[in-house]
């Protein structure tokens, strides 16, 4: 369905051009889908006006998925804000680019010898930054400002591994001490890894993991372009490490129905040793439980060969409408936004981890812990590759499957291969 919304956006942003911005006063318009930020955004927006004379109108809708089709519907009909976010895969962001509704930001990050690009990590504008080389036809450069980022890693209850009788500030480091776990878990009658795997691009952020960690990235980016098949034997590797999961009862078959905030709602309520979920766990388990004594781990390394890496970047982003007649004011505000003073709030505020290098020294430990596995992150939108929507679908709900026991490793390895072939066949046609 994304595949075929994505292909609909794309039409009519290439028929349909572009209408007139209506006449308002001058105030800068932003969209989010961002509930929690709200208030933040509200305060931050007063500040601005005090100081700059400026009114921002941040406008908030939600639930994500409503907020997504109003981006697509203004932007078919030419009625973008100033200022808005992308939710959507970087093949979704690009056409936006392509069809002319995103300013390319490079010239201004590129002032005044790169003051404002040398504020952020080099991960937050990876995912936002398209290279001379890319797969998308996008002139090279830099589309949007991140205001966070988020790195996926997994979670540990420092209370209930000492129950188990380990050290809380040393959780399991190797995939076989994390397998050996399932049996004391039993016994205390606990659930060992949580997570929101009946949605589908959480299991398939797992796997791919253990794929870096089994393979290697580069063999893992062969495979997406077609050079590796599924059915190679590393593939088959990663995916009996869920089955190996299923038997020790580190993982029940519970785990491949639930939703995040379900997993969510577990571990803080400390019914589970651990969860695989990202750093905006930190707002969501402080309001939960409060007092809840938590660390952050990576998932346990499988192999010495290559790198274990985890999924991190940019968390939200903000594009600049390129046909806003307010553009140069909407580049001044994201300027002020990620400065140091503006970026320390949120952190405070939110609990997210900040874009910019300067406000480390203002994160909780925990945060901190989650900000140090950001050297040992990539993200799919910081490829140049992106693997075909239905083929991801199958290696997901096949994982779910061997979970469930319901498949071989070798029966989904067969059957994502097969998928493979067969919409690379469309796209070849």
Known sequence: MKSIRAWILLSGLFFLGCSPPEVREKRIVIWHWMTDRQPAFQELAERYQAQRGIQVDFQLYAPS??????????????????IFGVLSEKR?????IKA???LDLTPYMEEENFAWRNRFFPQALAVNKFSPDNTYGVNPGIYAVPIDMVAIAMVYNKNLLRKLGFNPSQPPQSFEEFLNLGRKIR???????VSGWGELWLIYCFAQNYAFNIMGKEKVLATIRGEVPYTDSAWIEVLRLF???KNSGIITNKVVSMVNKTAEQIFANEKAVFAF???????VYKGMNPDLDYGVMLPPRISNRFPLLVWGGAGSSFMVNAHSPYREEAVKFLKWLTALE???YLVRKTNNLPAIKECREDLPQVLVDFSRLLEKSTHPNSWD???LPLVNETLARGIQAIVLGKKTPQAVAQEAQRVKERELAKKSN
């Open 65 to 82: 998925e409503a907020y997504s089709q109003k981006v697509r519907a203004a932007a078919q009909g030419g009625n973008l804000p100033d």
């Open 92 to 96: 979704d962001f690009a056409s936006l």
């Open 100 to 102: 002319g509704y995103i």
């Open 187 to 193: 016994e205390e009658k606990l659930q060992g890894l």
């Open 243 to 245: 089955e190996e999961m």
């Open 277 to 283: 979920n990202g750093s905006w766990c930190v707002n």
């Open 342 to 344: 503006q970026q320390s």
């Open 385 to 387: 590759v992106w693997e």
